[in-house]
């Protein structure tokens, strides 16, 4: 059984940062990336950014470029976003994903049906 467990979703100020991390646990699974994706309410998912777990390449939505990246932890086994410069449009929950598909080349999964476990999502609310 593979979990996904995000943390550190909150209330922030237009301007200001957060930090979400996923801690993957589970024995017996591969995985090729790791994502962030996020859905606001009567929006439909999207995604927000992916790592390819071994090399660590990362890959962006043009919305959160130069401000969101994306780094992973091998020990920890653990993803992290951090957000900076945030907007009110950034409020959503957001969602862990991890895929187990293979990719070559500088291909990547950004569709949600390319991903195989989600975690439970973490709310994040930017206030105007």
């Known amino acids: 059984q593979v979990q996904l467990v995000e943390s550190g979703g909150g209330l922030v100020q237009a301007g200001g940062s957060l930090r979400l991390s996923c801690a993957a646990s589970?024995?017996?699974?591969?995985?090729?990336?790791m994502g962030w994706f996020r859905q606001a309410p009567g929006k439909e998912r999207e995604f927000v950014s992916t790592?390819?777990?071994?090399?660590?390449?990362?890959n962006y939505a043009d919305s959160v470029k130069g401000r969101f990246t994306i780094s992973r932890d091998i020990v920890k086994n653990t993803v992290y976003l951090q957000m900076n410069s945030l907007k009110p449009e950034d409020t959503a929950v957001y969602y862990c994903?991890?895929?187990?598909?293979?990719?070559?080349?500088?291909?990547?999964?950004?569709?949600?049906?390319?991903?195989?476990?989600w975690g439970q999502g973490t709310q994040v609310t930017v206030s105007s």
């Open positions: 589970g024995r017996g699974y591969v995985r090729s990336f």
């Open positions: 994903a991890a895929s187990r598909s293979f990719y070559s080349g500088s291909t990547y999964p950004k569709e949600s049906t390319e991903y195989d476990y």
């Open positions: 790592i390819r777990w071994s090399g660590g390449v990362t």
